[in-house]
């Protein structure tokens, strides 16, 4: 089931599209504005992102720059038709624009295509968890405003172990081969000390990641996704 996140401040689009797409088989979040759309995204998993243009407050073009870091499909809307207004949103990383007012018929059809595009695109380099982006080819971890995390190289091996295996508790014999490889003498403390310092990362936007599991080691609490 993809998870759609509908960004507008009139409630009776978002009801409308709302009710349309979940008719279809897709879990809706619903937005009123790019404050609630950034709490949604540091939440949940999203699949794709409905914003609107014009909104109080941040605009959707602004956010549109920041959400285009995470390589989270965007389709825009907007009342504002002109070739130039379209360009600018395409430019600014949305994958599609569409004019209001359009049916809920017609963006139910975009957002199927764009999830089937994101589909054939995927590559299982990139996965995402609780509104975080890591780039395992690139060693980039982006948080869920699209800005980019600075990891150690053992902070990101760590990381790596944990996403790859989500939801299961990880021993410190575990972790430290794989942050140092099977031929490391170092002592247990070392993962601790890695473990604490990519936690108080994680932390920074008041989430609990990883979870200490006593005499057992950690888990990595977040589903994880392939982006």
């Known amino acids: 089931m993809a998870h759609i996140l509908i ?6 689009i978002r009801t409308l599209l709302g009710g349309s797409l979940s008719a279809k088989g897709y879990a809706v979040h619903l937005a009123a504005d790019t404050v609630e759309m950034d709490r949604i995204l540091a939440t949940d998993t999203i699949d794709l992102v409905i914003l609107d243009v014009m909104m109080p407050g941040e605009s959707g073009l602004s956010a549109c720059r920041r959400l285009a870091r995470t390589c989270l499909p965007i389709i825009m809307l ?26 809920p018929r017609e963006i139910a059809v975009h957002v199927q295509a764009a999830l089937r595009d994101r589909g054939h695109g995927r590559t299982s380099d990139a996965l995402r968890f609780a509104g975080w982006w890591i780039d395992l080819a690139s060693h980039e971890l982006l948080d869920p405003d699209g800005v980019l995390v600075d990891l150690t190289e053992g902070e990101f091996k760590v990381l790596r172990a944990f996403v790859e295996r ?11 081969e794989q942050a140092r490889g099977p031929d490391s003498d170092a002592f247990d403390r070392a993962i601790d000390v890695q473990v604490s310092r990519l936690r108080r990362k994680l932390r920074a936007r008041g989430d609990e990641m990883i979870r200490t599991v006593r005499n057992e ?11």
């Open 78 to 103: 907007s009342a504002r038709a002109e070739e130039a207004d379209r360009i600018h949103g395409l430019e600014l990383g949305a994958g599609r624009y569409l004019s209001k007012p359009c049916s």
């Open 166 to 176: 989500p939801r299961r508790v990880l021993s410190r014999d575990s972790l430290l």
């Open 217 to 227: 080691g950690y888990m990595f609490v977040p589903d994880v996704i392939r982006a």
């Open 7 to 12: 960004v507008d401040d009139d409630a009776g």
